[in-house]
């Protein structure tokens, strides 16, 4: 069973759309949680760390439910610069291990 | 903004032969580490380094594999024989501690190996 699983798109959506990404996790130990964002063979780059209140930077906001193990990301109001492959990455005992990552293409 | 420089940026190399990748972590940061991506595939953990030693390593990271800081600024993965399935991008990481939960990776820019 994978540590980590993500829908790998693509999800291809208009100019100022709307949306949603899904994670879920299998260990129920995991710790920490980010969504981290890679553009096409680039290094991956933190987009937020996911608190259990949830928390919101700008247009993307993260929630994470423990009883489901579940993490979420909403991007908002969406730009062609959206466009890249959004991972969900999860830390255990201090490995942080990567989800497949979802595509996003936000299209004019 | 610091940041994980890594060289070369790209690699190619005969299959059989040992190859070093370089990385300067950023220079307040206790905790190193290296992943790969195969083209198209997610990003895996090899392996951990604090305090001059391996703290973790997965199965990925066989004998092939050594890592060294062999000076207070660079950070060396060796891969003795490469193999072609060796290919990939590798990322060198860094982390200023682990005493918090939401300890932040940052990410060197890479190197693609291309194994021949």
């Known amino acids: 069973r994978k540590e980590v699983e993500q829908d790998p798109g693509p999800f291809n959506v208009p100019e100022g759309a709307t949306v949603a990404f899904n994670c879920t996790y299998s260990?129920?130990?995991?710790?920490?949680f980010f969504w981290y964002r890679q553009d096409c063979r680039k290094e991956p780059k933190l987009l937020m760390s996911?608190?259990?209140s949830g928390n919101e930077d700008g247009r993307f906001t993260a929630q994470l439910n423990r009883a489901s193990q579940y993490i979420s990301l909403l991007i908002r109001d969406s730009k062609l610069s959206d466009s890249a492959t959004y991972l969900c990455?999860?830390?255990?005992?201090?490995?942080?291990?990567f989800g497949s990552g979802t595509k996003l293409n936000v299209k004019p | 903004e610091p940041e994980v420089t890594q060289t070369p940026s790209h690699q190619v190399t005969q299959m059989g032969q040992e190859v070093i990748l370089r990385c300067v972590p950023i220079?307040?940061?206790?905790?190193f580490y290296w992943y790969r991506q195969i083209l198209g595939q997610k990003v895996e953990f090899l392996v951990s380094?604090?305090?001059?030693?391996?703290?973790?390593k997965s199965e990925i990271f066989d004998d092939q594999f050594s890592v060294e800081r062999p000076d207070g600024s660079n950070f060396t993965l060796k891969i003795r024989s490469t193999k072609l399935e060796d290919s990939a991008m590798y990322f060198c990481?860094?982390?200023?501690?682990?005493?918090?939960?939401?300890?932040?990776?940052?990410f060197g820019s890479g190197t693609q190996l291309s194994v021949l």
């Open positions: 990481a860094s982390s200023e501690k682990r005493d918090t939960v939401y300890e932040k990776l940052f």
């Open positions: 260990n129920s130990a995991s710790q920490s």
């Open positions: 996911v608190y259990s």
């Open positions: 990455v999860v830390n255990l005992f201090n490995k942080f291990y």
């Open positions: 220079s307040n940061h206790l905790y």
């Open positions: 380094f604090y305090n001059n030693e391996i703290s973790e």
